[in-house]
């Protein structure tokens, strides 16, 4: 197979703040392969977990130095790909896992959701986030969502770095825009938080009463991921018994085996393709977590409509679509996944059912 890559800038239309800094840009990388005339499109990037971080130069040069061992290789079978993809970095093996993905369900003309039996009318609503900020900024962005789309879920970001007072002030005005929002046209909206790490055991402890009393439904990744495993466990651990709502991994969890470790401290994991390594492995993830009680949230970086409508095509196995980047994009080079009110669906087409639209190729 010839492969090809291209980098390409993303630009919000509202920058994202979260307790570890804020987000106004970021540059993606698109890998292209091609193999008796079709061709499978990968999105990738770098990124940053608190404990682990990719630059997007680091991946780009680690698919550029793969490029040339594809070249007498075939896209099929998989498997036979397996060793190759498992010796790269996550992100640098999503590029290239949901590139041959693509190409696989091309070649068989299909969307990859059937081919693994999914139901793809099956989705629940996304949740749409709101980054930190002021009170007042938090709250005009929350009316630009309602004005954008329904927006019943809202991811709220806490863990601010003006403390638990600033972050008590954002849950309380969210909550009551959410309450008077029912009030005045009956649609209830889910309120869920994400601390991104950015507390400590007696900080998550202390919030944990407030955002019970204030409906919120589940609370991810309280404390900062560990390096080390028994660590991170330990801090999931401390907080699962007196924790009222749904307790969620996020940073913790890339792969399965995070989620097996995880599993007995957490009632959700969140899957993102760029911590897992693509698509086989957040497949996986996904159908082992359910089959364990687990409820599935699907998350995203700041990724463009190729890595979103990829996920989407694992929605009917998700109980919590986090998937509203691309909707926060003005240069966003992918046409694909289909909002229908508040429910991604996926892109129709084969494959991934994502069109390269604003890329030479
Ligand atoms: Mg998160």
Known sequence: MHCRLHRFPLTKAVPLAISRGTTAAVEHLLIA???EGITGFGETGGFDSGHRSFSTDAVADELCALAPRLADRSPEPLQALEPLLAALSPP????????LHDWWGKRLGQPLGR????DSAVSAPTSVTLGLGSVEAVLARLERWWAQLPATRIKLKLGSPDGLEHDRALVDAVATALQRRRAATGIATELQVDANGGWDLERARAMLGLLAERGVVLVEQPLPPQADPDADCAGFAALDLDCPMALVADES????????????HVDGVNIKLLKSGGLAEALLMARTARRLGLAVM?????DAALLNGAAAQLLPLVDWPDLDSHLNLVDDPFAGPVLEGDRLLPGR?????VA??????
Request: aromatic share 10%; proline share 5%.
């Open 33 to 35: 392969i091609e193999h």
């Open 253 to 264: 969890c890339w792969d399965l085996q995070d989620l097996l470790r995880l599993a007995p």
């Open 298 to 302: 699907f998350g995203c970086y700041s």
């Open 92 to 99: 640098a093996r999503c590029g290239l896992d949901l590139a």
């Open 115 to 118: 081919l693994w039996g999914l």
């Open 349 to 353: 087409g084969p494959g991934l059912g």
């Open 356 to 361: 390269v639209e604003g890329l030479a190729c």
